[in-house]
């Protein structure tokens, strides 16, 4: 039998998942290290698969991804959320990292939403702050569109001038200021982990430009890019970094005050998901 391609294994999965959809979504949001049960507590629930389940997904084996995604209904919006993502760090390969991004274009999403666990380089920001991430600097290493390019995925050179998407920062914006809660914003560096950082790094990443760090995202944004997805991201401040400083991190902290932060980030992403102007 010909060994499948990309595409094909896209497809598979869309037919998977497609099939038991009740409508066509219009957008997806991805939730990070303990950030999801507030979310879905206040959307209606209409379907729910393991990761596993899914044709090519990989399951999630980190801690605070719960590993499902789920067909939800939000004040007459189509959603897929993600409770949950995968890592690079986990041993998957990148496309299987960035895979479940190309299944939701598959499915007909045009915007994607992602969420993250960062810990803070900018001294302003504080433990439980909110970032609207406004670009990234990618240090991985890694680019999940090395290999041959399938043009029906997108073009072989990706412009990324506009990362994140400015409609979706704008409505992120106007929903803080509605809501009152503190929106920082700030570029975010993405590294592949899973160790934390050295102090020397910290003071690299900061004088770089980078105001948040951490092992996710930048490989799903240049993947969403690639699909013509508009695209935008919030990072939760779990930790403050310093240059210098011998503090000890833990994923156990990590995702205690991604908990902690999570009703927050709910009402943000509810009031700019139905923000339609």
Known sequence: ?????????????????????????????????????????????????????????????????????????????????????????????????????????????????????AGALNPRFKVGDLMAVTDHINLTGRNPLRGPNDERLGPRFVDMGEAYDRKILLKLWRASKKLKIRLQRGVYVGILGPSYETPAEIGVYRKLGGDAVGMSTVPEVI???????????????????????????????VVDQSKKAQEKLARLLKEALCDRS
């Not at 879905?40 to 499902?68: C, S």
Request: glycine fraction near 10%; include cysteine.
């Open 1 to 117: 039998m010909r060994p499948q391609s990309l595409f094909d294994k896209i497809q598979e999965a869309k037919r998977f998942v497609g099939g038991r959809l009740s409508r066509k979504p219009e957008l997806a949001v991805v939730f990070g290290s303990g950030l999801a049960q507030a979310f879905l507590k206040d959307v209606k629930i209409l379907a729910r698969w393991n990761f596993g389940e899914i044709p090519f997904f990989q399951r999630a084996t980190v801690k605070g991804h719960g590993g499902f995604l789920y067909e939800a209904e939000l004040k007459g919006r189509s959603l897929l959320i993600s409770d949950g993502r995968l890592h690079y760090y986990e041993g998957h390969t990148m496309w299987e990292v960035v895979f479940p991004v190309r299944l939701y274009a598959a499915l007909g999403v045009s915007e994607l939403l992602l969420t993250n666990a």
């Open 223 to 253: 993947a969403a890019r690639h699909l013509g997805l508009k695209t935008g991201a919030v990072s939760c401040i779990t930790n403050i970094l310093k240059a210098g400083s011998k503090q000890i991190l833990s994923h156990e902290q």
